[in-house]
């Protein structure tokens, strides 16, 4: 049944991208906000408004929708987008949740479990390990989330101890969990990423956006195509991320990372969510990437 009323889990810029592809559906919008958001244009821009307590607590986005009569829930970027718990409690309140199964959120998300499922389905990864076995300069890195928080890059091994204390620290405060790992660091690599829809069925490359203009490990800057691709190693890249997100049971939008060092490349993690550069696909593919979501989410083929 497709959706009719939809509430966006968050604010800002992706809460107003999500009604533009609601309204091209003919589906009503729910914003909701917390106190200090009242008067946003996200808040003006929906048919219906909520006030929340807060937008990190999901139990506040499942009594919006009951509240006004919302099926659908989508989660946006940040916030609660990746959590599997969410996802879980969205479907488990009988409503439709607009992203990927709770279990690809929860295998993706984990990135030693990540790497274990990338080995098994055939996709390369970063040699990872104890730092005597992988030798120096290496990468300490959280096992959860990303963005740079709770990476060290560890040049000589007298440096390690302090490394690991700090990234540990890190890691416990942005994700709640301070597991780290140790990788072999590459030096200067590309950072490619291929974006990805999924439905029931199966799961489409479509083409890469090449992100490796970065300050403190976040984009600057994205290109499509990326200028380090030729037809070969782009095929390559884009067969690795489809393995990997069939291995995981991937639906919906999603995003497969990788370093590219000459013509070898690493899977990094898949982003279990729309991402904030998304448009970048859409100029070069001309397909509406939120509005494939709505569409996927209630069972339309890709």
Known sequence: MPI??????????IALRVFRACRALGIGTVAV??????????????????????YLHSEEHVR????????????????????????????????TWVGPPPEALRSGGDKLAAKAIAREAGVTVVP?????EIGFPLVVKAASGGGGRGMRVVREPADLDEALAAA??????????????????VERPRHVEIQLLGDARDVIALGERECSIQRR?????????????????????????????????????????FMLD?????????????????????????????????????GEPL
């Not at 009719?4 to 810029?13: D, P």
């Not at 906000?33 to 807060?54: P, Q, W, Y």
């Not at 890190?170 to 780290?180: I, N």
């Not at 000459?262 to 509005?291: A, K, M, S, Y």
């Open 33 to 54: 906000v917390a106190s200090d958001d009242r008067g946003s244009l996200h808040a003006r821009s929906a048919d219906e408004t909520v006030e929340i307590a807060s």
């Open 64 to 95: 919006a929708a009951r509240a006004t009569g919302a099926d659908a829930i989508h989660p946006g970027y940040g916030f609660l987008a990746e959590s599997p718990d969410f996802a879980e409690a969205v479907e488990t309140a009988g409503l």
């Open 217 to 257: 490990h976040q984009k600057v800057l994205e290109e499509s195509p990326s200028p380090a691709l030729d037809a070969e190693l782009r095929a390559r890249m884009e067969d690795a991320a489809v393995a990997f997100a069939r291995a995981v049971g991937y639906r919906s939008a999603g995003t497969a990372e």
């Open 4 to 13: 009719q009323k939809l509430l966006v889990a968050n604010r800002s810029e």
């Open 262 to 298: 000459g013509r070898d490349f690493f899977f990094l993690e898949l982003n279990g969510r729309i991402q904030v550069e998304h448009p970048v696909t859409e100029l070069v593919t001309g397909i509406d990437l939120v509005r494939a979501q709505l569409e996927m989410a209630v």
């Open 128 to 132: 990872e390990g104890e730092p005597d």
């Open 168 to 185: 540990r620290r890190e890691a416990a405060t942005a994700f709640g969990d301070d597991r780290v790992f140790c990788e072999r660091f």
